[in-house]
Nanobody
Framework: QVQLVESGGGLVQAGDSLRLSCAAS????????MGWFRQAPGKERLFVAA????????DYAVSVKGRFTISRDNAKNTLYLQMNSLKPEDTAVYYC?????????????????WGQGTQVTVSS
């Protein structure tokens, strides 16, 4: 199975940018559809972005479309989430997820493997 480790979170101000990374080990990332989800305190885990196995298909939550970009470097076994124009409402723990399929989409139950999460805090 694949192991996922997120990094790149931190404390930033509104309007700043961050790039999250999700490093995969144990299996080749190119076999997996990937996604990013986030969970704010006391709230359910929500879809952020998804990308297909080969990177040719992407999807975004309405709340982040135009500000966030999901990408992957299969040669480096790494998934990315570039986050621009951050807002306080983007504050959450961000998780990457994977399933051994072509594309998994926006449902959290469509993913089998999860990282431990990385905290993103955006101050106003």
């Amino acid at each position: 199975q694949v192991q996922l480790v997120e990094s790149g979170g931190g404390l930033v101000q509104a309007g700043d940018s961050l790039r999250l990374s999700c490093a995969a080990s144990g299996r080749t990332l190119s076999n997996y559809a990937m996604g990013w989800f986030r969970q704010a305190p006391g709230k359910e885990r929500l879809f952020v972005a998804a990308i297909s196995r080969g990177g040719g298909m992407t999807d975004y939550a309405v709340s982040v479309k135009g500000r966030f970009t999901i990408s992957r470097d299969n040669a480096k076994n790494t998934l990315y989430l570039q986050m621009n124009s951050l807002k306080p409402e983007d504050t959450a723990v961000y998780y990457c997820a994977a399933r051994n399929t072509v594309y998994s989409g926006s449902r959290s139950d469509a993913y089998d493997y999860w990282g431990q999460g990385t905290q993103v805090t955006v101050s106003s």
